[in-house]
């Protein structure tokens, strides 16, 4: 059937037309199915004889189904059903999206093709003509191409239209995440993460003192009507500055400020250092009132005299360049064009890179959070930072949110880090719907901000691989769930946006409750969502920590154990040698050599060498070139196989010493996706044949191209990359 298929489409491709007796044919070997629908999702189109062609197969290969458009998604729904040992066995289930789905939220741009010319379908414009090809670009860097030359002409232009409709709908509340009504029968199986979403007094409250600075700072209320549309209801100053009280809800010394700050984001709290240095953010003046900016910022100097402040204009790019760089990524990365094109151009994939600048945007923002660690940080004199940008909403939230991960341990797990993206970018009010949700906007000022950052973070984890609770792939899907449109969390511009758009109107006395994107349960089940764990991270929380004291590692327990000696013999006592002796010092003064600062803050090398693109996020769609056994995916897998052995051989050791004691042995449930032992999932060994590509969990199954790319500069890139944090780089703890 598959070759019968095969044919047809290339015959179709070359312009032969499919007779009626071909087309019945075709109908007694497939049967018509429909999708399943989310509760409050609609059909609003639908249109049959649709093709969707592969990748890179220059339109003549490909599926042949039906097309379904909804409130949600696009939906294609394949007439070919393969048999069961053929259907792709691994990879990551979205319930939300099957593989064939698209979100309408993610579309980009939709581009009809027709004798080689391409015309990009706007908005608000009725569509009249016949479209032969249509060719769907997406923001997650995938393109999805469709053939139309078999569907109805009628029902061909009404489905267009209906298309372009609901992919760029004119108001924010006609987004599906205002219809979907998700199952909220257990909050705690829908956020597996704890995450404090900083949207009342106590979630700051609970920050201070949790950073041990309540003292220092507090948090004010002076916002909570709104006095100003661009600054959240509650954020914290300085304790000195109330001059008439300290209650947070008659700051009147702070109201008259917001007139004087662009977008009256006046100076805020982000952090505070050991109970000492602070990091505080604020917009540029507005006026030439030097001497109210002056007055604020003594106040601030009246929590820590010494204070550094960052114009960070001066060292970060523009949101133009910084826009222009990442257009060009995309045009980079996409998988757009035909395959002997895309030959053509890996040859010069390595000049086409370093002309995005987009690698050293990246390294000119970490060195920026980079320096403001080391002000903060500094033993002799540590510095209180003020991060000072035009609106205060755009890198100063990626500044200060690296700045944290840097610092503090807390915000490089799984709910730390989406904690802080709640307090420096959701509460902060970084505009995700203009940047990403408004197909309308296409002004200068606004940027992919929180990509840059997101990259940012991956690069960090390639310098400390084990100090993250997440892994690599969490990061992609997180990127992936800002452009869903299904979940309230990335949707808004402001607390006072959302506040506006969920509250009783004229039209409806119910107040809308939006699902939130750190519900992950709502997308993937259990064992889905163990692929957003670090193995590295697991491996050593519980077998270093727990095999040798909870926060310990064998060179924090040095002192007490050198010094123990047996008065006959000098042996040191404890099970160590000599030779063990001399490997944890030496271990020590590695460590001190690569740590400037003490604690748990990482050291992130400021070097060209060290930035790379990031393989999984960018080039996961770019089929001709993914590499099966290698890649990111195939190293996280033999990291969790490896960290599954290890916990097993340590829980075995200690099963020895319970069953002397007659103590019970509980067994352990596994937290990695590869190597568990769950009955649901059969465990995954090194030679199986779920053995993932280099864009696993995003593409699975299928067999490898009969074009070998191993050799050329992108698959080079791809193999290679991944790997440069065992060559010497640093060493593991």
């Not at 491709?13 to 497939?30: I, P, Q």
Request: charged share 25%; net charge negative; hydrophobic share 35%.
């Amino acid at each position: 059937m598959s070759k019968k298929f095969k044919s047809y489409v290339n015959n179709f491709a070359d312009g032969k037309e499919c007779n009626d007796e071909e087309k019945t044919s075709n109908s007694m070997f497939y049967d018509k199915k429909e999708p399943s629908w989310l509760p409050g999702e609609v059909l609003i189109g639908e249109i049959g004889d649709i093709q969707k062609f592969n990748v890179f197969s220059d339109r003549k290969q490909g599926h042949l189904g039906t097309l379904f458009c909804t409130n949600f998604r696009l939906c294609f729904i394949s007439l070919e059903t393969l048999p069961t040992d053929q259907q792709s066995c691994s990879g990551q289930k979205n319930k939300l999206l099957k593989d064939d789905d698209i979100a309408l939220t993610n579309i980009e741009t939709l581009t009809q093709m027709t004798k080689g010319r391409r015309r990009d379908l706007q908005p608000n414009i009725k569509f009249t003509e016949r479209v032969k090809t249509l060719e769907i670009s997406c923001k997650d860097f995938s393109v999805h191409t469709f053939g139309f030359k078999m569907a109805n002409r009628h029902d061909e232009k009404k489905f267009i239209n209906s298309l372009i409709h609901h992919a760029f709908p004119s108001k924010v509340t006609l987004k599906f995440a205002f219809d979907y009504k998700g199952d909220k029968s257990d909050i705690d199986s829908v956020m597996p993460y704890p995450t404090t979403l900083f949207n009342s007094l106590s979630d700051f409250e609970n920050e201070l003192k949790r950073l041990n600075c309540d003292t220092l700072w507090r948090v004010t209320c002076l916002n909570e009507h709104y006095e100003t549309q661009n600054m959240p209801p509650y954020f914290v100053v300085p304790n000195s500055a109330a001059l008439e009280t300290k209650d947070p809800y008659r700051d009147t010394n702070f109201k008259g400020l917001f007139g004087h700050y662009n977008d009256g984001r006046i100076p805020a709290w982000c952090y505070t250092y050991r109970g000492q240095s602070s990091l505080v953010r604020m917009a540029h003046l507005k006026t030439d009132r030097q001497d109210r900016d002056t007055e604020v910022k003594e106040q601030i100097g009246l929590v820590h005299k010494k204070k550094l402040v960052l114009d960070i204009h001066e060292h970060c790019p523009s949101l133009k360049d910084l826009s222009i760089s990442f257009d060009k990524l995309k045009a980079l990365c996409m998988p757009i064009g035909s395959l002997k094109d895309f030959w053509t151009n890996d040859t010069l994939w390595y000049n086409a890179l370093d002309s995005t600048q987009w690698l050293d945007h990246i390294l000119a923002l970490l060195k920026v959070a980079m320096d403001t660690v080391s002000a903060l940080t500094d033993q002799l004199h540590p510095k209180t930072v003020i991060l000072q940008e035009f609106d205060d909403r755009d890198f100063n939230c990626a500044i200060s949110s690296l700045v944290q991960i840097i610092l503090d341990p807390y915000y490089r797990t799984i709910g730390g880090f989406q904690s802080l993206i709640q307090k420096e970018w959701i509460a902060m009010a970084h505009r995700f719907h203009t940047t990403y949700a408004d197909s309308s906007n296409h002004s200068e000022s606004v940027s992919p901000v929180f990509m840059l950052f997101l990259d940012s973070v991956w690069q960090i984890m390639q310098q400390h691989p084990s100090e993250f609770e997440f892994s690599e792939i969490y990061l992609t899907i997180l990127w992936d769930s800002v452009h869903l449109g299904i979940f309230g969390t990335f949707l808004f511009d402001s607390p006072h946006d959302r506040q506006s758009r969920c509250t009783p109107d004229k039209f409806s006395d119910q107040v809308t409750h939006l699902m939130s994107t750190w519900e992950w349960s709502q997308q993937f089940d259990h064992n889905e969502l163990l692929l957003f764990k670090n193995p590295l991270y697991i491996a050593k929380a519980e077998v270093i920590d727990i095999g040798q004291g909870a926060g310990t590692h064998d060179a924090d327990l040095l002192p007490d154990q050198v010094t123990n000696k047996d008065s006959v013999n000098g042996d040191i006592t404890g099970g160590l040698t000599l030779s063990d002796y001399a490997r944890i010092k030496e271990t020590r003064e590695f460590r001190s050599s690569q740590t400037k600062h003490s604690g748990h803050v990482l050291d992130v090398i400021i070097s060209a060498a060290k930035i790379k693109l990031w393989p999984l996020c960018y080039l996961r769609w770019a089929v001709p070139i993914e590499i099966y056994g290698g890649g990111s995916s195939v190293e996280y897998l033999q990291q969790c196989l490896l960290v599954e052995e290890v916990i097993g051989l340590n829980k075995k050791m200690n099963s020895l010493d319970r069953r002397a004691s007659e103590t019970k042995v509980h067994q352990r449930k596994s937290q990695l996706y590869f190597g568990g032992r769950d009955k649901h999932k059969q465990p995954v060994t090194s030679h199986d044949d779920r053995v993932p590509t280099s864009s696993f969990p995003f593409i699975t199954g299928g067999a490898p191209s009969s074009k070998t790319v191993l050799g050329t500069p992108l698959s080079l890139y791809i193999e290679k990359s991944d790997f440069h944090h065992y060559e010497g780089d640093e060493q593991e703890d």
